[in-house]
């Protein structure tokens, strides 16, 4: 099983400021990574695919990079609605997810 | 707006048989693959397993043994069959639409607003 490594597990960030949280996998899974947004409540919602792609309707202050092993979620300028849980998936081999990065307001 | 909802008991007991089923509205079942994931609380994300819409269908592994989907295209809808439940699978449920890249995935392009399984007696 590929196991997918999030850091940090909470991040701290003031609004108007840039937020980076990394994805690591344990094998490579070339770009076939996603990440998800999750708030309280709520279901995930698909961000980016393809380790880059942005899926329809997500602003473009979200940004993913990365490909084998070491992937990064960008938000450029945060806004109050992005304050959520984040997750990476690998959909190389089987389907894994990360244990997730809180993303909170300083 | 492909939509999806999932429907089915909130409490099951130990050693039975919990089943769901996930309503797609906004679009046809056909094409696409369609998937269980579940969350226990507090806890990160489980693929359970998939179905394609002719009926082939992958599992997680770790579930293999108790699980079963199916489809029915004439309902739009598909269904999760876990058997011989115990606490351990007590989570939030959600079905999902998942779509390839480059022949690689399915990743989830549309979640249901999940549903809460409690197995207690």
């Known amino acids: 099983e590929i196991v997918m490594t999030q850091s940090p597990a909470t991040l701290s960030v003031s609004p108007g400021e840039r937020a980076t949280l990394s994805c690591r996998a344990s094998?490579?899974?070339?770009?076939?990574l996603a990440w998800y947004q999750q708030k309280p409540g709520q279901a995930p919602r698909l961000l980016i695919y393809?380790?880059?792609t942005r899926a329809t309707g997500i602003p473009a202050r979200f940004s993913g990079s990365g490909s084998g092993t070491e992937f990064t979620l960008t938000i450029s300028s945060l806004q109050s609605e992005d304050f959520a849980v984040y997750y990476c998936?690998?959909?190389?081999?089987?389907?894994?997810f990360g244990q997730g990065t809180k993303l909170e307001i300083k | 707006q492909v939509q999806l909802q999932e429907s089915g008991p909130g409490l099951v007991k130990p050693s039975e048989t919990l089943s769901l089923t996930c309503s797609v509205s906004?679009?046809?079942?056909?094409?696409?693959?369609w998937s269980w994931i579940r969350q226990p609380p507090g806890k990160e994300l489980e693929w359970i397993g998939y179905?394609?819409?002719?009926?082939?269908?992958n599992y997680n592994p770790s579930l293999r043994s108790r699980v079963t989907i199916s489809v029915d295209t004439s309902k739009n809808q598909f269904s999760l069959k876990l058997r011989s439940v115990t606490a351990a699978d007590t989570a939030v449920y959600y079905c999902?639409?998942?779509?390839?890249?480059?022949?690689?995935?399915?990743?989830?392009?549309?979640w249901g607003q999940g549903t809460l399984v409690t197995v207690s007696s």
């Open positions: 999902t639409r998942g779509s390839l890249r480059n022949n690689y995935g399915p990743y989830f392009d549309y």
């Open positions: 906004g679009g046809s079942i056909s094409t696409y693959y």
């Open positions: 179905i394609y819409y002719i009926g082939s269908t």
């Open positions: 094998q490579s899974i070339y770009d076939n």
């Open positions: 393809g380790a880059s």
């Open positions: 998936q690998q959909y190389s081999t089987w389907y894994t």
